[in-house]
């Protein structure tokens, strides 16, 4: 079973930068899916991002495209959520989220099986 730790939200400004990063530990992270997750006060935990197994492929939701780039360090066991050009909309908890599979990167928060606690992304305008 992995688990899976969050770090570098905070605040930030609008048209400025964070980048997230998410450590997993206690299991094979090269042959998991991740995906990053946000979700905002009264509203549904949305997807932001997925990546492959290896990363060579990448998934965005059209809000953040050419804004945010997932990417992951199989040596590291970790998986970056680089966040440019942010918008006080991008205000949100986000998670990290780990499916054992290295055919399909899920889009949906029920296909995935494992959780981050989350990290605070606020945006001041």
């Known amino acids: 079973q992995i688990q899976l730790v969050e770090s570098g939200g905070g605040l930030g400004q609008a048209g400025g930068s964070l980048r997230l990063s998410c450590v997993a530990s206690?299991?094979?992270?090269?042959?998991?899916?991740m995906g990053w997750f946000r979700q905002a006060p009264g509203k549904e935990r949305d997807f932001v991002a997925g990546?492959?197994?290896?990363?060579?492929?990448?998934y965005y939701t059209d809000s953040v495209k050419g804004r945010f780039t997932i990417s992951r360090d199989n040596a590291k066991n970790t998986v970056y959520l680089q966040m440019n050009s942010l918008k006080p909309e991008d205000t949100a908890v986000y998670y990290c989220?780990?499916?054992?599979?290295?055919?399909?990167?899920?889009?949906?928060?029920?296909?995935?099986?494992?959780w981050g606690q989350g990290t605070q992304v606020t945006v001041s305008s």
């Open positions: 989220a780990a499916k054992p599979s290295i055919l399909v990167v899920p889009t949906t928060p029920r296909a995935y099986d494992y």
């Open positions: 206690g299991g094979t992270f090269r042959s998991y899916a």
């Open positions: 990546i492959g197994w290896s990363g060579g492929r990448t």
